[in-house]
């Protein structure tokens, strides 16, 4: 059997060595996607930093025009008080002057029809009396 032994030996150490190489080779490959796969990112990661950086820009800008929106509203917001208050004071003047206007004709002609009514009573007072007078 020793001359066996080497041989054996020998075989064994060739299938270790073989098994080592597989298991290297697909270590090998493996690690190979991998790094593929961290490159990958890697760009995205890089090609996202860059459009954060768009996008941190981009939204900036818009809070810069908001905020110039706001100021000038508010700037805005007591002269818009003023001149409401100012309308609306008019608007009640006008609206006093149209009250005044549609009552006043009415209330004069009430009062002529009240005046013609009261003539006209007088009116046939005295015819009556009239009659029993002269009657």
Excluded: C, Y
């Excluded at 941190?56 to 110039?68: E, G, V």
């Excluded at 609306?88 to 002529?112: N, W």
Aim: proline share 3%.
């Amino acid at each position: 059997m020793l001359p066996d032994t080497p041989l054996m030996f020998t075989v064994l150490l060739l299938l270790v060595a073989f098994i080592v190489a597989a298991r290297a080779t697909l270590a090998w490959a493996a690690l190979e996607r991998l790094s593929a796969d961290v490159r990958a990112r890697g760009a995205a990661l890089d090609e996202r930093s860059v459009n954060v950086a768009r996008s941190l820009d981009h939204a900036r800008a818009r809070l810069a025009a908001a905020n110039a929106t706001i100021e000038h509203t508010l700037w805005a917001l007591p002269r818009v008080d003023a001149r409401l208050d100012t309308q609306s004071t008019d608007l009640r003047a006008r609206r006093a002057q149209f009250d005044e206007l549609r009552t006043g004709p009415l209330t004069g002609a009430r009062s002529a029809a009240a005046q013609a009514r009261s003539t006209a009573r007088l009116v046939l007072r005295l015819a009556t009396l009239r009659r029993k007078m002269l009657g």
